[in-house]
């Protein structure tokens, strides 16, 4: 009667699944970040100037999202701000990318290590995820620099995690100690034991970090604490949309909102089929 | 100026017996102080401040009259301020207000580092109940807008919870203050000032798009509304754009290029803009009304000084602008030509160009910048608009244009934006200006004998005949706009005769709230 | 039977007890290396009144003349003693500050945390009980969505549609504008919260919804299950009566452990609704270069992960007894 009787019946192509899935769901996500940074370098020139005839527009054939109090077109913003939140979110997510890395593997090394990564993880854990994020970039001063930095220092714990126990599996399994037997050394292992199980898990990690680090730039934004509000950005529109939702003006609200989830969600959509093919098991667990 | 209907309603209303559940004022203004009502922190900068009254106050004509002070003398070496306080005024707790409450008041602001500055302030003495005196480390006359602005505190009852529970000799008393929420006040019946029309007054902060909100549902009567925003007004209230000194101007660096720096590194002076043919000629020419248009909509009008329409400004100093024809012709005489015919002029292989910054986040001083610059190509100047943070303003602005906004009610203001001494200290005199005859008029009008006396000095440091720092002396600035305030009011409210605003938009406006009356039942 | 619970907590105290320190100088770092300068930060828009001398004497009062690692001492003395100094921008102690603001963001967030949960794990039950049928897709589809969606943004399309376009809620604030206090009846109190309250369960509601329905349909699959539905009991019913009893457990764990991202979103929430809380004096703190404000709220909401963290720890093994070993 359910899916329960039926699922063993088609293992075989539920295993192949997630890989197709996967693929998908990376075509998409991949094609609307092309998108987004070749739309905004396309922006005709002007397409972002303050335009005193067409203010406050409803969406209409020459302004699909409508126009804002000084009469700038808001596709044409939204598509900046997007491509600005992109690069930003892409920087901040590789930077935390690459602490994960560095963290999650010392702490491999010997149990100093190990003991001073758990109380990073512990402290960076130990504040809500927004409240450390304005106390960093307040730190910073604000500004693009402040939310790379903001966003790197706090989304490394889930994957350093994930790296630690892999590499430390890794490391207690035999053929580590056969190598290490052979007479190779620690850099050769690590390379050739370790590097090649742990990149999928990275670049699924990667992928899983990026959306967040969008949404929060957004959110840092959006209080003033994120990217210099003379740059398009999300967050910054939609603080801008905030007075203009009281004279109805709905439109100047939608387009932003609706763009930024749109990439967050086909890249949370994308790290998580990764994520699910990099540890098959863990779909159900 | 003769209101009919209001007077008839006031004289309705004195008729008729009080009502019990006369109709609130709720005002949707911001200005919420996050520290608190005490004045010693810097409560009660602009507008009313509502729980204290001060010895002198501002008239809507910025005319200096007595409040808790009947008299006032300045010595006649500007050291010593003399003042008779009237024997009625009494906290709303029922205690009399004494000299010794002056002086305490006084000495407490002086050395309490918040944000009323009485650095000048040698001590205050209270020479018996009634009479106070107030001496100066030097001879400085805008020290009388400190005596308007300074509420009174009670020496008896003043202490660490003063600002979240203020008692005052002021109109109004609190009855609750939800901190982030609103403030709710009620009269105070001590008051020396008379009756107010309102049995208690809202003041709703939360965020300026709540308070449009409630506009919107009539909720409240009187809100502080972006200008862009403002012709659209809801039912039953009108649109009032108020008058300002919130202006905005092209700060010229004055210098030349000499290769040296700020404190922290960053370059001073401009070859371009150090030529006083070229700031002259940007004067004339720019055309204001169309700036005013372009960039406010049409809310405001063009500005000529810092101080438009104050007592201390200088209206000789003016000069017409929207006249291309005479500020080519200023370019020709300065040897400023088109040699090359690419539409800019030159002066001995310099190209008359430079950048105008603003702060890229502000849409006003974008449109301001990008409306002059337009204007000034025809002249042959080439003003390239650059949208920066502060941070890079405050990095580039001893060396590059930038459009910057001041207006106070307080001509100290002119003397921190025109005097050498503050030549590159934070955003005062960002072009390095420096004239000794300017300075010696700035000075003179400090050490003024009387604030009218000071006038004539503030005047002539902006045109004395031959020089100033005005357009048509030095041209130190080219002033472009006065920003207006707007609000909605209900069309039952009438605030009376309103100042000249000073910058920042919304608290100012309740300067003469306890005259305000509702016009309909 | 209990003898779990003291083993657990002095555990978790002892972990408190250098967090707590190692967080204060973490946080004193991190506010010292701001290059925001907190005087012209307080002087703002009053920069034509207040000289050069006065900008000295107000970095005098705050201390701000002295070395850093003096003022950490200074700070640490005062923290040994239950004070957390004076916040710069409210000009009053920060625990008053803390004190008065964190009743108005505790009931954002408290309504938020038991909505989220009723209705994450109401759905998360429904969607296994139908998996791979169209509830179960849309379901996930809109936790899917609702991951996604920045929590600032939902608030502003539910202004736009309940409050502005529809006229039904308020748009802003706790209370209706002109009351006092006491004037102000219980209804208004809960219209004035619908909309906060609804944008911040969003926050917390995806998260629940997808595990629920894991742990639903791991139970499904399970002997036990399949032995039930054989005797005829139908899915949902199976959901919510013995699935209920096995997920829930996990889902209060999954969601109090979660309990502090519901902070972050009351930061936002506060700042959209003008909702007078703890959320929006971080704000303030942050823009004002408030750092004795920032490094309280800092020290607050850490108490506040750790507490949820605790309570999650209690639920976990008041769920599970296989977890009562030594923590």
Redesign the interface.
Known sequence: MSDATKLPLCLPEHLRRPQRRAKRHGIVALAILGAVLAGAVLLPDGALSVNAATRAQPPQPAHLMGTDLLGRDIAARTLAALAQSVQVGLLAAGASTIMAVVLGLAATFGRMADHVVGLLTELALGLPHFVLLIMIAFAMGGGTAGVVVAVALTHWPRLARVLRHEAQTIAASDYVAISRALGRSRLWVARHHLAQPLVPQIVAGFIVIFPHAILHEAGLSFIGLGIEPHLPSIGVMLSESLREIMAGHWWVAAAPGLGLMLVALTFERFGEALRQLSNPAGEEA | MFRPLSTMAIALSLMLPVQADARPLVLAIGGEPDGGFDPIMGWGHYGNPLFQSTLLRYDAGLNLIGDLAEDWILSEDGLVWQLRLRGDAMFSDGTPLTAEDVAFTYNTARAAGGLADLTVLKEARALDATTVELELTEPRITFVSRLATLGIVPAASYGSDYARYPVGSGPFKMVEWREGEQLVVEPNPHWHGGAIAFERVSFVFGSEEAGQALARTGTADLVAVPPSLADAAPSGMKVLHVDTVDNRGLAFPMVFRTGGTTAAGTPIGNDVTADRAIRVAINQALDREALVALALNGHGRPATGPADGLPWDNPEAAIPGNDPAAAMETLETGGWTDTDGDGIREKDGLRAAFQVLYPASDSTRQALALGASDQLREIGIDAQPSGSSWDEIGALMHSEVVVLGWGAHDPSEIFYLHHGDYAGVDYYNTGHYANPTVDAHLEAAEAAPSFDASLAEWKAAAWDGETGFSLKGDATWAWMVNLDHSYWVSDCLDLGPLQVHPHGHGFPITHDLPSWRWTCE | MKAWLPALLAGRLI?LAW?LP??AV??FT??S????DPVQA??G??????????RD??????GLDRPAVERFANWLGQLARGDLGQSI????PVMQVIA??LPASLALIGLAFVLSFVLGTALGLVAGAT??RWPDRVIRTIA??M???????VA??L???F???L?WL????????????AEVTLADRWRHMVLPVATLSVVGIAPLVLHTR?SL??F??SPAA?HL?AHGAT?LHLAFGPGLRHAAGVALTLHLAGA??????S??AE??F????LG?????A????DAPL?MG??LA??L???AGNLLADVAARLADPRLRGPA
């Open positions: 972990r967090l190692l967080a973490g946080l991190l506010i290396l701001a290059p925001i307080y002087v828009g009053r920069t034509s009144q207040i000289g050069p001398e006065q004497a107000i970095a005098a009062a705050w921008t409210f000009n009053a008065a603001r998996r791979g899917v969505v991951a996604a969606s920045p929590g600032f943004w502003i399309l202004v736009a549609f409050a502005v376009g006229g308020p748009a802003c604030c706790a209370t209706p504008p002109g009351q006092l206090a894991q349909v791991a499904l699959d399949r539905s899915p502090g991202e519901l902070f972050g979103g930061v936002l700042a959209v003008a909702w007078p809380g929006q004096a971080t704000v303030r942050a823009t004002g270069a920032l709220i800092g909401t850490l506040f992960v750790f």
